[in-house]
């Protein structure tokens, strides 16, 4: 072959490369949303309640490859739901999968006086589980419809006071 029929065979071959580049997302890329959907937005789209998360989430990072999800909240977050009560860090990670959240880290759970971290969440029908070492909480899935606010900390807040 003579060097103007390889470039005439090139230039398509490298056009079409490009545009598959061009609208192809990388396997493991992270996707950061500032804006829509909110953090709140992606855990309904994976049939889990938004009440999972409290009122004040600030931003988060999804990669939609893997599921692994993040959530940042300005401040540490404490609520009660029954008996028990829920305390978040402020950062919430785990992996989404339609009903699941899985390896999760910065949610913990009180049973009476001790405080165990969730390692699992699992819608299941009307019903909501919550993971811990050794053990679960189920709950209403109705109690999660809305985000909960946040306890504040009342001896915190008086001391950052001028």
């Not at 998360?53 to 909240?73: C, D, M, Q, R």
């Not at 999760?104 to 759970?109: A, H, K």
């Amino acid at each position: 072959m003579d060097s103007a029929t390889l470039l005439r065979l090139w230039i398509p071959l490298a056009a079409t490369i490009c545009l598959i580049l061009v609208h192809s997302t990388p396997a493991n890329s992270d996707v950061v949303q500032n804006g829509n959907p909110t953090a709140y937005d992606v855990i309904e789209h994976y049939d889990l309640p938004i009440g999972l998360l409290p009122i004040g989430v600030k931003g988060y990072k999804l990669n939609y490859t893997t599921g692994k999800f993040s959530a940042y909240l300005n401040d540490t977050c404490t609520f009660s739901e029954g008996l028990h009560k829920l305390k978040y860090k402020t950062t919430v990670k785990g992996y989404l999968s339609k009903g699941k959240m899985s390896k999760v880290e910065g949610i913990s759970l009180r049973f009476f006086l001790t405080w165990m971290n969730i390692v699992e969440i699992l819608g299941r029908g009307k019903y909501i589980d919550f993971y811990v070492e050794g053990g679960k909480a189920g709950f209403p899935m109705d109690h999660f419809e809305d985000s909960p606010p946040c306890s504040m900390n009342v001896a915190r807040k008086l001391m950052e006071k001028p």
